[in-house]
T-cell receptor, first 114, second 115 residues
């Protein structure tokens, strides 16, 4: 079993829909939970991060972490065609300073149709 | 400011040849990471440099892979005797290593194809 599992999709939704992306993990030592967005032929860019359990909101994006269930989610409200990309969850064990190496899910490819 | 840059952007090589991939991190970033992204395996950690500390090589898949970082800045990833399974996008990231959370900034990657 991989440490981080993520459904690769693809996921296709109409513009304006609410998108839910999820990852599960097996290692209870993970402390930081991140969502990266990757456009085609580009490197990943950090969207949001959460420390430990809880919710975090940034504009149309909400990240949730449930450490008891080892489950994390990213919600995108009012999705736009420009949100079409691959979304990767990532996790790290370290607290403070450099996070060290990140453990990534395989990514979910999202397509938002106009 | 300038982001992480990588060269070449694409590299096609023949099986058995050696290749060198270059990464220029963001100026002032002390931490540098190499990852590999392939269709089957997703994004996997390879090696991590932090300041003057010994690198964390725990993700290197075989002894054909090595990396160095000169002067705490530019890094080179070398793959010797390339195999077809080495075909992937090789991504470099850097971070400042300050504060509670340290964002890793990724370069655009080098797409390696081994024929």
């Amino acid at each position: 079993q991989k440490e981080v599992e993520q459904d690769p999709g693809p996921l296709s939704v109409p513009e304006g829909a609410i998108v839910s992306l999820n990852c599960t993990y097996s290692n209870s030592a993970f402390q930081y939970f991140m969502w990266y967005r990757q456009y085609s032929r580009k490197g990943p860019e950090l969207l949001m991060y959460t420390y430990s359990s809880g919710n975090k909101e940034d504009g149309r994006f909400t990240a949730q972490v449930d450490k008891s269930s080892k489950y994390i989610s990213l919600f995108i409200r009012d999705s736009q065609p420009s949100d079409s990309a691959t979304y990767l969850c990532a996790m790290s064990r370290n607290y403070g300073g450099s996070q060290g190496n990140l453990i990534f899910g395989k990514g979910t490819k999202l397509s938002v149709k106009p | 400011g300038a982001g992480v840059s990588q060269s070449p952007s694409n590299k096609v090589t023949e099986k058995g040849k050696d290749v060198e991939l270059r990464c220029d991190p963001i100026s002032g970033h002390t931490a540098l990471y190499w990852y590999r992204q392939s269709l089957g395996q997703g994004l996997e950690f390879l090696i991590y440099f932090q300041g003057n500390s010994a690198p964390d090589k725990s993700g290197l898949p075989s002894d054909r892979f090595s990396a160095e970082r000169t002067g705490g800045s530019v890094s080179t990833l070398t793959i010797q005797r390339t195999q077809q399974e080495d075909s992937a996008v090789y991504l470099c990231a850097s971070s400042r290593d300050r504060g509670r959370f340290d964002t890793q900034y990724f370069g655009p990657g080098t797409r390696l194809t081994v024929l």
